[in-house]
């Protein structure tokens, strides 16, 4: 089955300053990629979202890049503040019908005030 | 709340004993799914309805547990036998095209 590595495996960064987490999968056939965060304790909650025709997504602070070739995707947090400290979990599939998502190992990150 | 909502938010069980799990969608999701959460690990898919249809389920789903949805709406997960190695959070998602929105989870834990 589909495999999907997560790096890095924490992160630690000033605030105010950028983040970034890489996932790389090795299907091809994988077309959705979202990504979620998850305070402590809390439900995965879906931050953003990127499909295979489509090589960059951004809402405000947060952008996802997608390298079809390399198979790989990226979450970027700009500007962090102290409340993105969460695990951020990538994710993939690879159908249209919404079936059974591949997760990453998690990314957590840590913003110092 | 609008949202995914699961019942129980945690239970505590000796092993041996057989545990439910209730998950209701939001309301026009036609598709839902099962998930189990170890500490420090991502969600691993466990099993997945499109409306009341079980149309994947992983292999990791042994023959104790068992789930359902009988009118494609709220969803139950039931654990027959518990063992000590079901501890873990048990989520629920739901969706109508391809992304997925969690409830919380109930999590479980075996004595």
């Known amino acids: 089955g589909e495999n999907v590595e997560q790096h890095p495996s924490t992160l630690s960064v000033q605030e105010g300053d950028s983040a970034v987490i890489k996932c790389t999968y090795s299907d091809s056939a994988s077309n959705y990629f979202p990504w979620y965060k998850q305070e402590l304790g809390k439900r995965p909650q879906l931050i953003i979202d990127?499909?295979?025709?489509?090589g960059e997504k951004k809402d405000q602070r947060i952008a996802v890049t997608l390298n079809k070739t390399a198979k790989h995707f990226s979450l970027h947090i700009t500007e962090t503040q102290p409340e993105d400290s969460a695990v951020y979990f990538c994710?993939?599939?690879?159908?249209?019908?919404?079936?059974?998502?591949?997760f990453g190992p998690g990314t957590r990150l840590s913003v110092l005030p | 709340d609008t949202g995914v909502s699961q019942d129980p938010r945690h239970k505590i069980t000796k092993r041996g004993q057989n545990v439910t799990f209730r998950c209701d969608p939001i309301?026009?999701?036609?598709?839902l799914y099962w998930y189990r959460q170890t500490l420090g690990q991502g969600p691993e898919f466990l099993t997945y309805?499109?409306?009341?249809?079980?149309?994947?389920k992983s292999r990791l789903l042994s023959d104790r547990f068992s789930a359902e949805r009988p009118k494609g709406s709220f969803s139950t997960l039931e654990i027959q036998r518990t063992e000590q190695g079901d501890s873990a959070m048990y989520l629920c998602?739901?969706?109508?095209?391809?992304?997925?929105?969690f409830g919380a989870g109930t999590r479980l834990s075996v004595l």
């Open positions: 309301s026009e999701h036609n598709r």
């Open positions: 309805f499109q409306n009341e249809a079980q149309l994947e």
């Open positions: 994710a993939l599939s690879w159908d249209n019908y919404g079936q059974n998502f591949v």
């Open positions: 998602a739901s969706s109508f095209g391809q992304s997925q929105y």
């Open positions: 990127i499909r295979s025709n489509v």
